[in-house]
């Protein structure tokens, strides 16, 4: 959600043009009703590009250690998918970002629809582009590979 509000508070700031844009546009903490119904909505989105894949999706308790040593429970979201064995798990990171900006892209789009009905097509495209780039990572298979013997 960080990065939503540091989204649409730029987004808000650069219009030149609507000096009213930046307080219409930005999330603030009331608008976080509002927000979490868009990130569920967007996890329902992701599970249904991926249904036949998901194991797990959801928020999952963690320990964590603060800076004073002190231990303490973080929630992070989670999703685990049945790939194949021949999966290039070198697409990881890159899928992990795609997620992460899907979520922001969706989230954003969901409340332009909202604030500012300029840009929501444009990020609701890009959060469908996004989606469909970890649609297919998941399911690339790397070529196989044929083994070599020491004799």
């Known amino acids: 959600m960080h990065e939503v509000a540091v989204t649409t508070a730029y987004t808000g700031g650069k219009m030149d043009s609507d000096e009213r844009a930046l ?8 608008d976080e009703k509002h927000l979490d119904r868009f990130w569920e909505e967007s996890r329902a989105d992701i599970c249904q590009e991926l249904i036949g894949l998901v194991t797990f999706e959801g928020m999952a308790d963690r320990d964590a250690i603060e800076d004073g040593g002190m231990q303490k429970k ?15 798990e ?3 990171p890159s899928m992990r970002l795609s997620l992460f900006s ?17 840009e929501a097509g444009a990020y609701a495209d890009k959060a469908a582009t996004l989606l469909d ?6 399911v690339y ?3 196989p ?4 013997y020491n004799d």
Request: aromatic share 12%; proline share 2%; net charge positive.
């Open 23 to 30: 307080h219409r546009i930005s999330t603030v903490d009331e």
């Open 133 to 138: 780039d970890i649609h297919r990572k998941a």
């Open 145 to 148: 590979t044929r083994p070599t």
């Open 74 to 88: 973080s929630c992070n979201y989670e999703l685990r998918l049945e790939v194949s064995k021949s999966f290039d």
């Open 141 to 143: 298979k790397k070529r």
């Open 90 to 92: 070198a697409l990881l």
């Open 102 to 118: 899907y979520f922001v892209q969706s989230i954003v789009a969901k409340w332009y629809v909202y604030t500012n009905k300029g």
